[in-house]
């Protein structure tokens, strides 16, 4: 057995049973993988995937119990080399943070800043992507740490920690008429207007139907879209009301809107930071997740990794 032979079974799963992208991925050639799997399958015993003809089509009941442990040996190769270089050298590597626009936009960037001036020979790699995107680059290995808003909790292969919370902010031209409205905004006032806001799975979007849901009212969604810039561009040219998270809001950037609180209307959403279960982070992604969130010391980091899962 050789992790060649797993690496060759892992992306074989991933890839939806496709050799040629397989042995693309992994620099070899397609019967190159074809050998790799079937001496592994001799070697334990077991057929792992089924076949028609020369062709893979799926995974056998052996095949699903092994692939969690082929994966768990090849995570743990990875951490035992990242722990190693953690060793040799402390400042030096690479982090990978995947998340979503918004997040990127306008939470991170003060924490990539004071990073960088911490440890500038480290190389960080920013990749963006919805929440689903997101945490399927945790769990591929494709990042260290993922940040999002919806969906990361939703996934036993990874392990979540709330960063912080925030609310939801209406954003109107100058002059607009719920501008001229007395009292607490409503949702009925706000269904009065074309609405643009996130697309289903981002940024609170759930909270936002939720709301209107409740109140029996239906909103008039006119535009959705993944980010908030994208939002006010279309609001400041008087193509709707628009809902946004009230970290997006730059009074000096956004000089053509208006802002109204909107806490009292929608539930407040929480931000998530995830980490893939088991994983090992070096020393230095300790030092950004404390700088983006200073809650999340190291010790309450690897708690959650050795499975004292934080909830809020």
């Known amino acids: ?41 001799e070697e334990l015993g077991v057929t792992i995937f089924a076949r028609a003809g020369k062709r893979l089509t799926g995974l056998t009941a052996p095949g699903q119990t ?36 918004s997040q990127a936009r306008y939470a991170l960037p003060h924490a990539v800043r004071d990073f960088r001036a911490l440890f500038p ?33 939703t996934y036993p292969q990874l392990v979540t920690l ?25 949702l009925a006032q706000l269904a009065e207007h074309p609405i643009i806001t996130y697309d289903q799975g981002y940024t609170g979007r759930s909270h936002i139907d939720d709301a209107f849901a409740k109140q029996g009212v239906q909103p008039n969604v006119v535009i959705t ?12 040219l008087g193509m709707g009301v628009g ?18 609180d909107a806490r009292h209307l929608f539930e407040i959403n929480v931000t998530r930071l ?4 088991g994983t090992w982070l070096r020393g230095y992604a300790y030092s950004f997740i404390e700088n983006f969130a200073p809650g999340l010391n ?6 959650a990794l050795n499975d004292e899962i934080v909830t809020v």
């Open 243 to 260: 809902i946004v998270a009230s970290i997006a809001v730059d009074p000096e950037r956004d000089r053509l809107l208006h802002a109204l």
């Open 66 to 101: 092994l692939l969690p442990i082929v994966e768990r040996l090849l995570q743990e190769a990875d951490n035992l080399k990242q722990a190693g270089k953690d060793f040799v050298s402390r400042l030096e590597g690479g982090l990978s943070i995947a998340a979503t626009h």
């Open 1 to 41: 057995m050789n992790f060649q032979q797993l690496r060759s079974v892992r992306e074989t799963a991933r890839n939806g049973f496709n050799l040629t992208e397989v042995a693309a991925m992994l620099y070899t050639s397609q019967p190159g993988v074809s050998r790799q799997i079937r001496e592994l399958e």
């Open 274 to 277: 995830a980490v893939r279960r």
């Open 162 to 186: 709330p960063c912080y919370r925030w609310t939801h902010s209406i954003v109107v031209p100058h002059g607009h008429a719920l501008l001229r409205e007395e009292g607490p905004l409503t």
């Open 225 to 236: 879209a993944m980010d908030a810039d994208v939002i006010k561009t279309y609001v400041e």
């Open 298 to 303: 190291r010790q309450v980091v690897e708690e």
């Open 121 to 153: 020979q480290v190389t960080l790699n920013l990749h963006q992507g919805s929440p689903k995107q997101v945490a399927e680059m945790l769990i591929a290995g494709e990042a260290d740490i993922g940040i999002a808003t919806e969906a990361l909790a």
